[in-house]
């Protein structure tokens, strides 16, 4: 009977699992030969056979089927003694005499403990997962963005690449209508758009080295005591970057630094090498606006659209200046001039080369504004540039005039005429500076219009006589112009802020009495020079004389103090006569000379 138990069991035991029974057929010699246990079913003794491959699993359901249990049940294996048996194919064998039995495992409190467990372990592994797409996620948007920025490059070289086959065209063209011989009949002798530098895009990010300003330059910065000679054109580029970022420009319209470093390169390389128009005479206004901005507290007063149109307006104002004012352009009729039909050729031209070079992806430092807004900024800008031409001096300082005793911050108009009388006060400022860095503004000035001047006699052009290397000094050259254009100016803008005076209005007085003084001494020494020749140094010690209490003399002159004490005598004695004849000369100097003379 107990045999054919076993044969039953062991069948069972094969047809539950396919593992058992090939290791039943296998060979009892093996290393791998099947193991036996026994257990107690029912007071009965059952023998179950197992490979000693099966899994834990397998087993369990073998013991399952063989002791009448439900599959999937959990369940215990317990020795004779009452100890727990592992239930794996490591497991001991036991005999007949030492039998083991099966029995369900209650899991109430376990199984709660179980699920808590599980819950706790589906959390965790829920918030690994979330992790991990999270991960997979920003790998997808950097990889996507990285296609997105070599698209967007693509379709920038596309651009330039469009911009040069349309210069392509346009020499093609030109070349055919020349060599057809049509040409149109008109008499532009100069082109002055064909001279000089072009625009060129820059792809590559800029190169110039990044300074660190001290404190000391940035709070230099914003005052006009400002030695602008001390610095190059990279330091320059720098100070006015520095600029933008300081005054909130750069996050107010979301520029990028990048594109800001291009556009102000693109700036710099369209001034051109003249002696005074060129970027260091754009530095230097740019500065004077930012100075006027701290000193006049202008950011309380005005919007952050408003400081951003005052600083791009004086950075641009005078882009691709030829060196040659707008009586040339009109008297040589330039091609500027034709264009521009004789109205402002220069400042008009100024505006397109600035909105030109934005025009560029790469140098546009307004890509992130809205349209409309971008609108009402261009046309700003381009108001105030061409504000800049001196022919509108007048009628601007006149409308300025009006407003100023009852002006309004929240009135459009009010403000519109404020920030054109601003950038007109930067252009010509010069003389606000000390003296060490406004003279050689005047030096360089007349320079440029020396070489105008020399063309225009060359050409049988009219000659301003203040160009005339000939016939203008320093003296007479400024005198005027301070006298009678920068200060009555600023001193309807210190009306508004007060607290230009000491540092901006005073300045210009004493530039005047300077100008005054050197000019009173020229005119003495001119008439004596033609009363009572002296010798040549005479001038010079009547300078020194005036400027100090000592003087030294010459030993090789063979002139000594009282011979040189009596001609300063004579000239205090024409003092009084000269200054007024100056005054009269000065006084009936042509205004619209005058006007012209910082242009």
Known sequence: MAHAEEVAIDCVSTAKASSISEVIMGSSSSSYAPKTIYL??????????????????????????????????????IDSEGALVSIDPSMPANTPNNLYKVMPHSANQGGEKEDMFQNVL???????????????????????????????????????????????????RDEMTSRGGVRMNCNCKYN????????????????????????????????????????????????????????????????NP???????????????????????????????????????????????????????????????????????????????????????????????????????????????????????????????????????????????KQKVDSFDFTNEEHVKCLKMVLIKCCDISNEVRPTEVAEPWVDCLLEEYFMQSDR??????????????????????????????????????MKLFPQIEEIMVQPLRDSRDHYEELKQIDDAMSEGSQADPAPSFLKTEVLNCLGSPSTQFPKESGVGPPSLCGNIKNVQKRQSSVVKKAVKMTDSVNFAGLIFLHR
């Open 258 to 400: 990048i594109t800001l470093k291009r556009w102000l390169l693109a700036i710099q390389e369209n001034y051109r090498d003249n002696p005074f128009h060129n970027f260091r005479h754009c530095f230097c206004v740019s500065q004077m606006m930012y100075g006027m901005i701290h000193l006049c507290n202008l950011q309380e007063r005005l919007t952050m659209t408003d400081m951003c149109i005052l600083m791009t307006a004086a950075v641009c104002h005078d882009l691709d200046h030829p060196g040659y004012n707008n009586t040339y352009q009109i008297n040589a009729r330039t091609e500027l001039a034709v264009r521009y039909n004789d109205i402002s050729p220069l400042e008009n031209h100024h505006c397109a080369v600035a909105f030109q070079i934005l025009s560029m992806p790469e140098c546009n430092i307004f890509a992130n504004v809205e349209p409309d807004s971008f609108k009402q900024i261009r046309q700003a800008i381009i108001t105030l540039i061409l504000a800049t031409d001196m022919a509108r001096h007048g009628e601007i300082l006149d409308s300025f």
């Open 456 to 493: 225009e006699k060359t050409e049988g052009l009219p000659v301003a006589p203040f160009m005339d290397r000939d016939k203008v000094t320093k003296p007479t050259a400024q005198i005027g112009f301070i006298k009678f254009v920068l200060i009555p100016m600023f001193e309807n803008v």
């Open 122 to 172: 589906s959390q965790v592994a829920e918030q690994f997962s979330r992790a991990f797409r999270i991960n997979e996620l920003k790998t997808e948007v950097t990889n996507r963005l990285t296609m997105l920025e070599k698209r967007v490059e693509l379709e920038g070289l596309k651009v330039v690449e469009i911009e040069k086959c349309k210069n392509d065209l346009k020499k093609l």
């Open 40 to 77: 107690d079913v029912d007071g009965k003794v059952q023998r179950v056979i197992f490979s000693r491959h099966c899994s834990p699993c397998d087993i369990k359901e073998l013991l399952c089927s063989s002791s009448n249990i439900a599959r999937n049940t959990a369940i215990l294996l």
């Open 192 to 255: 002055f758009s064909d001279d000089g530098k072009k625009l060129s895009p820059r792809r590559d990010v800029p190169s110039y080295p990044k300074y660190t300003l001290s404190q000391e330059t940035i709070e230099t910065l914003k005052k006009p005591t400002f030695d602008v000679w001390h610095w190059e054109h990279n330091e320059m580029l720098s100070c006015l970057e520095y600029m933008y970022h300081d005054l909130g420009l750069v996050k107010e319209f979301n520029m």
